[in-house]
């Protein structure tokens, strides 16, 4: 052990830390360094510091000694400190999680059938429908490219099994681990097997053992009405197949694309349509189109500039209970750039007509 060693700073807690502060400062760094769970390869030289420095400084003789003496302590005590676990007192402390995560909630060898399954990766396909197809619902046939069960071995790797002579069956092997706590036994999944307890004796030509291939599926999506982008469908188990595992979900995102004419206000549609300033005098009844087709719209005599009309139940139907949004549209006088000589002629006529021509500061002012 060098001399220069700091327990304090592997603990990474200061020189006047408790004994409850080194005890938490352990249980944090035992976690994250097991050689158990973490498989960098330095990570077992830091977990035997850790437990160097929790022996030391959770005892109060060999923190007080250490403090004073520094690397002669280290001197004195390394040469033994392998059989000097026994002085930290670990007695309040709770390490269930700590087992739980080292040993699966035990230290004695479980059956295969208690392992714990692994599951595939859930997956993600981008999808993109049109308004018209988010107002009313769609079905959508999509071609995903992903692992997939092998069909020929239904996803074993093959036939006819011999029992693994390395972990006699179990999938997992003993490992006796010295701890400041003592020696405790955790389970290691056996290498030979890759922890199926199995191996294979013909292997399967197709997957090569995998019980894993990679192939095109296609799949039927029924989006329902009302989705907006942003929406994301679930299929159950058609994301990434993993052998003696497992399958992971497929995510559906939907995207709706931007319309040529409707503008969407959560179940609303909103459409500007043009009329003349006939139109707008006089009234009229004009066709405008809608998510089902067109229909008439009633313009009222007198209408004025940007007047707003609800077209009742014409928008997007609602996702989760009944009805529809609306068809709010707005109206955009245009006014005609060029005028002939006999449309000025009336114009004017109908200005005469209208009464006495007030100016604008007229109009402000009153």
């Known amino acids: 052990m060098a001399s220069d060693k700091d327990y304090y700073k592997i603990l990474g807690i200061p020189k006047s830390a408790s004994k409850e502060e080194v005890k938490t400062a352990y249980k944090k760094l035992a976690k994250q360094f097991h050689p158990d769970v973490n498989k960098d390869p330095n990570a077992t030289e830091k977990f035997k ?3 160097e ?3 030391v400084l959770g005892d109060d003789t060999k923190r007080q000694q250490y403090d004073q003496y520094g690397s002669d302590f280290e001197r004195k005590y390394h040469q033994n400190f392998n059989q000097q676990y026994s002085g930290f007192d670990f007695e309040d402390m709770d390490f269930g999680d700590v087992f739980e995560m080292f040993f699966g909630g035990g230290f004695s060898g479980s059956s295969r059938g208690e392992q714990r399954r692994s599951r595939g990766r859930d997956l993600r396909y981008d999808i993109e429908i049109t308004l018209e197809e988010a107002a009313n619902g769609v079905k959508k046939s999509i071609t995903v490219e992903k692992p997939e069960l092998c069909e020929d071995c239904q996803g074993r790797g093959g036939e006819d099994y011999d029992k693994c002579n390395d972990c006699n069956g179990i999938g997992v092997k003993r490992v006796r681990q010295q ?7 955790s389970r290691v999944t056996c290498k030979k097997c890759q922890g199926h307890g199995e191996i294979i004796k013909n292997i399967c030509s197709t997957c090569k053992g995998k019980g894993i291939i990679h192939k095109k599926k ?8 009302g989705v907006d982008s942003g929406a994301q469908l679930r299929l159950k188990e058609e994301g990434e197949a993993v052998k003696n595992g497992t399958t992971g979900d497929l995510y559906i995102f939907i995207d709706v694309k931007k319309h040529k004419y409707f503008e969407r206000e959560d ?3 909103i459409l500007e349509i043009p009329i003349t300033v006939t ?11 809608t998510l089902e ?16 009309f609800r077209m009742k139940n014409k928008g997007i139907q609602h996702l989760n209970h009944p009805g529809n949004g609306d068809q709010l549209v707005k109206i955009k006088i245009e006014i005609p750039e060029r005028i002939s000589k006999k449309q000025e002629e009336l114009i004017k006529e109908f200005e005469k007509e209208s009464g006495k021509k007030k100016s ?7």
């Open 360 to 366: 604008i500061l007229d109009k402000i002012f009153g």
């Open 179 to 185: 701890t400041p706590f003592g020696i405790f036994e």
């Open 53 to 55: 420095a929790a022996s």
């Open 279 to 289: 139109q707008a005098i006089l009234g009229d009844e004009v066709e405008v189109p």
């Open 218 to 225: 296609t799949l039927d999506v029924n989006i329902p009405a």
């Open 293 to 308: 087709g067109k229909a008439m719209l009633k313009i009222p005599k007198g209408t004025q500039p940007e007047t707003t």
């Open 267 to 269: 179940d609303d549609i």
């Open 49 to 51: 510091e850790i437990n």
